[in-house]
């Protein structure tokens, strides 16, 4: 018997479990025609009594509670690196394993159940409830701002766990506005869904743009009933007839989309400069990559519709672990992806030996850095911004180095070079 999971498709708590099954090699099926009425059928309540998803069927007998379940599987594959690789790792998986479920996924689930309207909705509990939660996501963000993973130098079980419990939160309530404070998680988590393993699963993951709205339509709340006086007459409400034609406009207005405000780059007067041309030049330069694509990139630049940046990060004393370092880095460049239309950058990773700095040069449109990049991308605030002088003949060179990843780039090996285009 193969191991099938019931349970709905889009239940965090079954990707779990899925996405251990990629990263173990074992292959678990999942009921493709499942609804959650049939959670309450005798066959699934011999399952679990409770009658909650996901469940797990193996050949020895069911699993619930999706821990558990992920936990099984785990274990199906010998010496499986997601279980740590010393006792001491396995205990720290199940501390953040336990953490999670307590600090992270039972408070996300206090602000949500309410306001989806099952159970009251009182504004003191959920306040505490989201006071409890960002004390839980400081806690997170503070063992996250020296590491990439939970527990050692790859991901484990106690990922998995916690990027799913976090996935309801920034797709259902958590807002940028709302992660921006806890910046190690946002990398944390945006660096974990877009491993293969858990896109696999996952999909594209798009972060809520706003909190939901309060539900009232399974809230358990009634409203008291009004008393109506004894002994006053009914009285008929006399309808006004809404003229037809303004009834018409008002649905029209009601039901016209809001129009969709354009970004400001792009009411910029028109640029001879292509920015797809010149990524493709970058992109098909194979030689000779000074007389052909740093040539190009300066035939092709317009310094009234285009400016160039270096970037120097801040805090390159941190910088003391490669892979910390480069995924830092890589998380940069992922986070600045609503940037693509506007932009291309060299971001260099310098050094043989820890600290590592990281250096970059950006191309914006415009002659800023773009207000809406500093204001949806955390990262930029942790590097200094510095306008190139092309006056300066020297600075001109330091960006056809950055251009062709020159090496020694100022003295120093590259541990290595990454490309935003």
């Given at each position: ?25 074992v292959e678990v099926k999942m009921v493709e025609s499942f609804e959650m009425s049939d959670s309450k059928t005798p066959e699934f309540l011999k399952m679990n009594p409770i009658g909650k998803v996901p469940v797990l069927e193996t050949p020895d007998g069911a699993v619930f509670e999706s821990n558990a379940i992920a936990r099984y ?349």
């Amino acid at each position: 018997m193969a191991l099938v999971i019931h349970s709905g498709k889009s239940n965090k708590n079954a990707y779990k479990t899925l996405i251990v099954a990629e990263y173990s090699g074992v292959e678990v099926k999942m009921v493709e025609s499942f609804e959650m009425s049939d959670s309450k059928t005798p066959e699934f309540l011999k399952m679990n009594p409770i009658g909650k998803v996901p469940v797990l069927e193996t050949p020895d007998g069911a699993v619930f509670e999706s821990n558990a379940i992920a936990r099984y599987v785990a274990r199906l594959k010998a010496d499986n690196p997601l279980l740590g690789s010393s006792p001491i790792d396995y205990a720290h998986i199940e501390q953040w394993i336990d953490f999670s479920s307590l600090e992270i996924d039972a408070n996300i689930l206090g602000w949500l159940k309410p306001r989806m309207g099952y159970g009251p909705y009182l504004p003191p509990i959920e306040e505490a409830t989201i006071a409890a939660l960002k004390r839980g996501l400081g806690a997170l963000n503070t063992h996250l701002a020296t590491t990439t993973y939970l527990v050692g130098h790859s991901v484990s079980l106690a990922d998995i766990i916690v990027t799913c419990n976090l996935y309801l939160g920034f797709t259902r309530s958590m807002t940028k506005s709302f992660t921006s404070e806890f910046p190690h998680v946002e990398r944390y988590f945006w660096t974990m869904v877009n491993q293969p393993n858990f896109k696999k699963i996952i999909g594209e993951v798009k972060q809520t743009d706003s909190v939901p709205p309060i539900e009232k339509k399974h809230a358990h709340v009634k409203e008291p009933a009004k008393s109506k006086p004894k002994d006053e007459p009914k009285k008929e409400a006399k309808k006004e007839k809404e003229p037809p034609k303004a009834k018409e406009a008002a649905e029209e207005e009601a039901e016209a989309p809001k129009p969709k405000a354009k970004n400001p780059l792009d009411l910029l007067p028109p640029s001879k400069m292509i920015l797809d041309d010149w990524k493709r030049l970058y992109s098909n330069t194979k030689t000779n990559f000074r007389e052909v694509a740093i040539k190009g990139f300066w035939e092709m630049y317009d310094p009234e519709g285009y400016s160039l940046w270096f970037c120097d990060y801040k805090y390159n004393d941190e910088n003391t672990v490669s892979f910390v370092t480069l995924n830092k880095v890589g998380g940069f460049l992922q986070r600045m992806d609503l940037a693509r239309k506007y932009a291309f950058g060299k971001m260099l990773i310098i050094g043989s030996s820890p600290p590592f700095k990281v250096k970059g040069l950006w191309l914006f449109r415009g002659q800023e850095v773009p207000q809406f990049v500093i204001d949806e991308c955390y990262d930029m605030e942790l590097y200094e911004w510095t306008k190139v002088d092309l006056s300066d003949e020297a600075q001109k060179e330091r960006v056809n180095q950055m251009i062709e990843d020159f090496e020694p780039f100022e003295g120093e090996s590259l541990l290595d070079a990454k490309c935003f285009k």
